[in-house]
């Protein structure tokens, strides 16, 4: 299919995982791709890979926590495809060193926040003007159940998620005059490499996965939840958080 033909995508957070599958689902439905990610023979991989299969991907160098990268990611997409219509914030992620209000190390709520909600800002700060001249299009955060539900053992990684869905609410509001849609995806546990890794070290991880009566998520299931976003099908929807959780609580 070709859901998304025509489309210029910025993929922050796209050298594994999520992000590199929602890359490669996203250039399968004929988009144009930017993979953007801090590995260079990852994010180099997702990109060959693509263009080996006929799609049109490059990748672009880009670490989220500094504004002259992601400016000059931005610029890279620009120089490249000449235009943005699709910006898809996906870098982020919690580490075993998180913990509660009380006990988590101040270090690791400062990585949280840099990383999940300040690198979200700037992706929209420098990516969104890009949108607006190419006369609208989607912005899709990566928040979690974590920001909405909250999650025991890990205060530092809720609180920047739950800045993501505010924030997603509030550009909602702000760029709509602009024809920008900004949504977000609050997935549970997801079958990634790096939850694998979390489910042999955070005994919490383990009862929280048991709750997902679904089962864990499989990365396409966010990849086509991204497509339907990114997609003119979703014209009319904005300033919505989707919650991708497997059952937990029971739906």
């Known amino acids: ?134 006369g609208g299009g989607s912005v899709i955060n990566m928040a979690s159940m974590a920001g909405i539900a909250g999650s025991p053992g890990r205060d530092a990684y809720t609180s920047a998620k739950g800045g993501v869905v505010a924030l997603t609410r509030s550009m909602a509001l702000e760029y709509v005059s602009h024809k920008i849609r900004v949504n977000a995806l609050a997935p549970a546990a997801v079958k990634t490499d790096r939850i694998l890794k979390l489910l042999d070290t955070v005994p919490a991880a383990k009862s929280i996965v048991a709750a997902q009566v679904l089962g864990l998520i499989e990365p396409a299931e966010i990849a086509y939840a991204a497509v339907y976003l990114a997609s003119d099908e979703s014209r009319t929807l904005t300033g919505q958080t989707i919650a991708i959780h497997g059952g937990l609580f029971g739906g």
Do not use: H
């Open 1 to 134: 299919m070709n859901r998304l033909a025509g489309k210029v995508v910025f993929l922050a957070g796209a050298t594994s995982g999520i992000g590199r599958t929602t890359a490669e689902v996203f250039a399968g439905e004929g988009a144009r791709v930017a993979v953007g990610g801090r590995r260079v023979s990852e994010g180099q991989a997702v990109a060959d890979g693509i263009r080996t299969r006929g799609g049109d991907a490059i990748f672009v160098p880009t670490d989220v926590t500094q504004p002259e990268s992601v400016a000059g990611a931005i610029g890279s997409v620009i120089d490249a495809f000449g235009r943005l219509d699709v910006l898809f914030n996906n870098a982020g992620g919690s580490t075993p060193q998180d913990g509660t209000v009380t006990s988590a190390p101040l270090e690791e709520f400062w990585r949280a926040v840099k990383l999940d909600l300040f690198g979200t800002w700037l992706c929209c700060r420098y990516g969104i003007p890009q949108l607006i001249k190419s």
